[in-house]
Each structure stands twice: as structure tokens, then as C-alpha cells.
């Protein structure tokens, strides 16, 4: 049986990492995607070096394993002066990661609009960036909803990966109660339930908006 009060008498810290995971997963999944589309439109921009620099980030970060990325933001950047608190680091390292992989699924996105689309904004009189802006983005975006989504979902359980450098996310505090309690099997099962608190209900989100797009098409 699972000692329930592993849960009650550690209810502070786990609600914290809990916070902390929150935190770091809605602040990675804005900035990644924000960067994730700059780099999407490098992907296609029609422009070589904008080209060559998407194409460099995307295939450098996505064969680099994340642990290393953040490890990289915590220990390696102090060595040319640059500091970041643990959650800081996990958070930017996490961001940077996922942006390469969203930025491929934006890229699909993008490429799946009609020609057609680009070429009538142009001819309208909108700049290459304004089209980009206001007419293919939104549409790329709509078409890549489920892939996005489960994009994001991967993004809040790789935010564990704080708990290696001492981040306050949800998997820190649960190594921090194994340790004092001496107890392992019941402390990760709480904390798996946490994390199923978080991915559940967006998994059931993503697919009743991913409904909704499809019928108002």
C-alpha cells in the first residue's frame, strides 16, 4: 500500500515543485515557440544565410541531448562570466531544445499553405515579413495543432530535467523527500500523479481544440 502520508507530511514541498514546474514549463513553451517560429521562417525565408542559420540551429540542437544543453547553461556559460540560477538555466536550456523541435513543425506548417498565399499578399502590397505575419503564420499554426501539442506536452516532462541541477521543479523536491524519508517507490509515484495532474487535462484540451479548428475549417 502507498503511504498516503509521504503525500501529507511533504504537501508544502511537493506543491512547490509543482509551482516551480508550472512556471518553467509555461515560460519555456512561450519563448520556444516564439523562437521556434523565427526560426521556421529562416527555414523558408528567401534568403541564403537565413537559411543556412535555421537549418544549423535546428540540426545542431535537436542531435544534442537536452541534459547537456542544460548542463551547458549552468556550468558552462559561468566560465565566460555568465551566472544563472539553477531554474533560470533548466528553463533556457529546456526553451532552446524545444524551439528546434517546433520550429520543424512550424516549418511543415508553413510549407503546407497554398503558394498562392504568399504571392497575393505580395501583390497586395504586404513586405515578405508582414505576409509571413499576419496571413501564412495563422494559418501554419492552425494546421499544426496536434503536432504542436504534443510538442508541448513533451516539453512539460522534459522541464524534470531541473531536478539535475538542483532546479525547484517538481522532480528536485521529490529526490529531496526520497533522500530524508528514505522512501522511493511511494515519493515518485506521488510524483508521477503531479505530472499527470499537468499532462491530462492539456492532452484533453489539445484534442477538443484540435475539434473545434477542424469544424469551424
Known sequence: MIDISILSDHWGQFLEGFANT?????????????LGAVFAVFRIAPVKVLNA????????????????IVFFMFVGLP?????????????????IYTAAFIAETIRAGI??????????????????????????????????I????????NLIKNSSVLGVIAGL???????????????????????????L???????FGLRYLERRMARAR
Open 22 to 34: 508550472i512556471k518553467a514549463s509555461v515560460l519555456a513553451l512561450i519563448g520556444s515557440f516564439l
Open 169 to 195: 521543479d517538481l522532480m528536485y523536491y521529490g529526490d529531496l523527500i526520497s533522500a530524508s524519508t528514505f522512501v522511493t517507490f511511494d515519493v515518485y509515484i506521488f510524483v508521477a500523479l503531479f505530472y
Open 53 to 68: 542559420v535555421g537549418a544549423v540551429y535546428v540540426e545542431f540542437i535537436r542531435n544534442i541531448p537536452l541534459i547537456v
Open 79 to 95: 566560465a565566460i562570466g555568465i551566472l544563472l540560477d539553477p531554474f533560470t538555466a533548466g528553463t533556457v536550456g529546456l526553451t
Open 146 to 153: 496536434p503536432p504542436l501539442g504534443n510538442q508541448f506536452l
Open 111 to 144: 510549407q503546407s499553405v497554398p503558394k498562392g498565399q504568399m504571392e497575393a499578399g505580395r501583390s497586395a502590397g504586404f513586405g515578405y515579413v508582414q505576409v509571413m505575419r499576419y496571413i501564412i503564420l495563422p494559418q501554419a499554426v492552425k494546421i499544426v
Open 197 to 203: 495532474a499537468l499532462t491530462i487535462p492539456l492532452g
